[in-house]
């Protein structure tokens, strides 16, 4: 805190496990041009281990954030960086998967992926969550982010994605709290040639926050072979109806729907996936512990999950923190 003066704050950020590790530093500077305007620069090596692929990135974004006011901010990042993505020994074992693989920018032979991605993102952002924006009651957050990659800004990748995000929380008693969340996403490659966006940027679905009654990142266009391999469009739709019990206790009831395809600016639903299920709550200082269970209404034919085709239709999920 207080970093070199002017209420300047730096940290350092280091973490090792077998889903994700790295190290992360980054300065605020929070008064710029004045006091609603501020100035953030982060450096990383980072290492993610997720089930189809497993990922490095290396370098630094910046981000300039005005904020007009308590509720609302807006900010224009640039992103610098060199990803490294390797897919699963599973996809690189199939020989059919090959020709996606060429397709997608991989190295058949390797699974691999290298290059270095410089972007420009804009992010707007308004938040009436309150009165505890991990443990909402009441109020809503929207926020919409729009991203440009490029060639002529001497990176590897060329793209244009854009999302939007709407969060809804009413507190019908003093119980009983109805949540909701909507949330869409596209990347569109330049060109139409999907090697153009990085692998890790590739859309996935499923796991303890989007479509529960599927394990992480199981919803997903498939290979040929039953894989998921990701896509560039998404569309996610969760409501869920939280009750307090007694004490710190609760229980939830919710609905998932979602899914992932393939081409850029896509979304068709009759192809949506759909899960319920019931789940408890623990208050506690850092957030509510989460239990639920997730059942699929409609299973994803062909999913292959550890190399074997998926017959079970449940999910238990464990965590901290609300879904949304």
């Known amino acids: 805190m207080n970093f070199l003066g002017g209420a300047r704050t730096a940290s350092v950020h280091a973490k090792w496990s077998s889903l994700d590790r790295g190290v992360e530093a980054d300065l605020t500077e929070p008064f710029l041009f004045g006091p609603r305007w501020s100035f953030a620069v982060t450096g990383q090596r980072w290492y993610d281990n997720e089930p189809e692929y497993t990922s490095t990135t290396s370098g630094a974004h910046a981000a300039v954030t005005y904020r007009p006011g308590s509720d609302n901010s807006f900010s224009l990042t640039v992103t610098d960086e060199y ?36 972007a420009v993102a804009f992010d707007a952002r308004r938040s009436t969550a309150a009165p505890n924006p991990i443990d909402a009651r009441r109020g809503y957050l929207v926020s919409a982010h729009v991203e440009r990659a490029a060639r002529a800004l001497h990176g590897s990748f060329s793209y244009v994605a854009a999302s939007v995000e709407a969060r809804h929380y009413i507190e019908v008693r003093r119980r009983v709290i109805v ?80 899914n992932v395809w393939a081409d850029p600016w896509r979304v068709h639903p009759g192809d949506l996936r759909y899960a319920v299920g019931p789940g408890l709550r623990y208050n506690t200082p850092v957030g509510p512990v989460r239990f639920d269970v997730g059942y699929q209404l409609n299973p994803e034919p062909g999913l292959l999950v550890n190399g074997r085709p998926e017959t079970r239709r449940w999910r238990i999920h464990f965590s901290i923190g609300q879904a949304f």
């Open 83 to 118: 990803d490294s993505s390797r897919v699963s020994e599973a996809a690189l074992a199939d020989p059919l998967l090959r020709p996606q693989l060429i397709g997608l920018g991989l190295d058949p032979a390797t699974g691999s992926q290298d290059g270095t991605l410089v």
């Open 179 to 258: 949540a909701s969340r909507v949330q869409a996403g596209s990347i569109a490659p330049t060109g139409g040639l999907s090697a153009n966006v990085p692998f890790s940027k590739r859309y996935f679905l499923g796991g303890a926050t989007s479509i529960r009654g599927w394990g992480r990142y199981e919803v997903s266009p498939l290979s040929g072979s039953g894989l998921p391999l990701g896509g560039l469009s998404m569309f996610l739709a969760t409501g869920e109806l939280r009750v307090r019990l007694k004490g710190q206790l609760g229980a939830v009831a919710f609905l998932d729907i979602g």
